[in-house]
């Protein structure tokens, strides 16, 4: 398998602009927000973080230096709505001391003269904070050129024989930078339109393959004599 480059990767891309268009994801009106969010969505439905991004607002902690004054048992509560909330509550805490070091009160001023991998290693030192969490902030609260790789990308690349399940995260990451156009914007609609097709389509357990917008793109790239990229 050559996990550099792989124009099936770009095919695919291509097809998925042309099926959703814009889908102007992730939701969020402020860094801040779309940084809460990337922890809040963990191991949880979008729908059921937007939930405690709701209450946080309410409650007036939609900001680091209010998560980080804040009583952690009114946070954990707060953020109930997004599942796993005390684990979570401690991680916007760990997140929020990172943020407002020397001063600073924003994701934004935190990272700002960084580069992409300076920014990465900062964001990764935080407990709670994996590789997935930490590419969401950088490329959608930032706008660093950097890909997020999620359980959808994996799933729906080796359904088509891209890679194995248990491809590595970084090894993923790598192969999709390599092979579309690197920009910011390409890769924000790209793993935004992935998402939409895993919770529309390759779902985990019955995938709707019929119906998959890629059905026809895959078998027309197999007729051009290019599976053997696979």
């Known amino acids: 398998m050559n996990t550099a480059l792989n124009p099936r990767i770009e095919n695919i891309r291509q097809t998925l602009q042309k099926h959703y268009g814009p889908l102007n994801w992730w ?80 994701i934004f001023q935190r990272l700002s003269g960084k580069t992409r991998d300076e920014a990465r290693i900062l964001l990764l030192n935080v407990w709670g904070i994996g590789m997935e969490t930490a590419d969401a902030i950088l490329l959608y609260a930032i706008g660093y050129r950097i890909f997020v790789v999620d359980d959808y990308t994996k ?51 019955v995938p709707d393959c019929s119906h998959c917008p890629l059905a026809s793109t895959e078998n027309l790239f197999r007729q051009r004599g290019n599976s053997d990229e696979r």
Not at 31 to 54: F, R
Not at 182 to 203: E, R, S
Request: proline fraction near 6%; include cysteine; glycine fraction near 6%.
């Open 27 to 106: 939701p969020g009106d402020s860094p801040d927000e779309i940084a809460i969010g990337a922890i809040l969505t963990q191991n949880t439905a979008w729908s059921n973080a937007e939930k405690a991004i709701a209450r946080i607002k309410t409650a007036g902690l939609l900001s680091f230096p209010a998560i980080l004054s804040a009583n952690p048992s009114d946070l954990a509560e707060t953020i109930r709505p997004s599942g796993y909330f005390n684990q979570k509550a401690k991680k916007l805490k760990a997140f929020a001391k990172m943020v407002c070091q020397n001063g600073n009160e924003t």
């Open 155 to 205: 799933r729906i690349f080796s359904r088509h024989g891209i890679l194995s399940p248990d491809t590595e995260y970084e090894t993923v990451r790598k192969m999709v930078e390599m092979s579309i156009p690197a920009n910011t914007p390409t890769y924000n609609a790209f793993h935004a339109a992935l998402v939409h097709l895993g919770k529309d389509f390759c779902h985990r357990k």
